[in-house]
T-cell receptor
Framework: DADVTQTPRNRITKTGKRIMLECSQT?????MYWYRQDPGLGLQLIYY???????NKGEISDGYSVSRQAQAKFSLSLESAIPNQTALYFC????????????FGPGTRLTVL | AQSVTQLDSHVSVSEGTPVLLRCNYS??????LFWYVQHPNKGLQLLLK??????LVKGINGFEAEFKKSETSFHLTKPSAHMSDAAEYFC?????????????FGSGTRLSIRP
């Protein structure tokens, strides 16, 4: 089984709808992250969490919110989706420390019409 | 401040020839450097990482990278390309013991392999 799972894998929605993307990990890591990927831009950090009680904004958090329900679960919400939020979204987890390796989920492709 | 620049957005090589993907970085302190690979419709997978130990780092699938502090570079190489190497490659820099906000991804290099 995959260490990091994301649901759904694909989602098409309409402008103004509320959307939740879910992420679960079985690696036992404290740190979890949400990124979005747009062509030619690499990955941009939306939110990150270093433990269940710690939530931090990344470089592009506007229009998004998150919830860390448990060590293993980290959800990303779009309160009112807009077309420029169409992107590939990745969840990742890491243990922390020097040379911290991130483990990525398979991604969620979100299209906002 | 940290930044990372991947010098080529697209590299195309013939199967069996060497691969060179270039990455330059800047960092105010001793960085950790990573190369990740993303195959089509897949998540990112770690190829290799540098964390202030040996400057020549060997990774999976025959890839290696050399940390050159004087040139602020961390180029990825492979002696002989294989068709399965076709993918997107990301160079990443992060600060030692720092927050996630100091993890910076390059814009990616798409590697194509010609038969």
């Amino acid at each position: 089984d995959a260490d990091v799972t994301q649901t759904p894998r694909n989602r098409i929605t309409k402008t103004g709808k509320r959307i939740m993307l879910e992420c679960s990990q079985t690696k036992g890591h404290d740190r979890m992250y949400w990124y979005r990927q747009d062509p030619g831009l690499g990955l941009q950090l939306i939110y990150y969490s270093f433990d269940v009680k710690d939530i931090n904004k990344g470089e592009i958090s506007d229009g998004y919110s998150v919830s860390r329900q448990a060590q293993a679960k980290f959800s990303l919400s779009l309160e009112s989706a807009i077309p420029n939020q169409t992107a590939l979204y990745f969840c990742a987890t890491s243990a922390g420390g020097q040379g911290d390796t991130q483990y990525f989920g398979p991604g969620t492709r979100l299209t906002v019409l | 401040a940290q930044s990372v620049t991947q010098l080529d957005s697209h590299v195309s090589v013939s199967e069996g020839t060497p691969v060179l993907l270039r990455c330059n970085y800047s960092s105010s302190y001793s960085p950790s450097l990573f190369w990740y690979v993303q195959h089509p419709n897949k998540g990112l997978q770690l190829l290799l990482k540098y964390t202030s130990a040996a400057t020549l780092v060997k990774g999976i699938n025959g890839f290696e990278a050399e940390f050159k502090k004087s040139e602020t570079s961390f180029h990825l190489t492979k002696p002989s390309a294989h068709m399965s190497d076709a993918a997107e490659y990301f160079c990443v820099v992060s600060g030692w013991g720092s927050s996630a906000s100091k993890i910076i991804f390059g814009s990616g290099t798409r590697l194509s392999i010609r038969p």
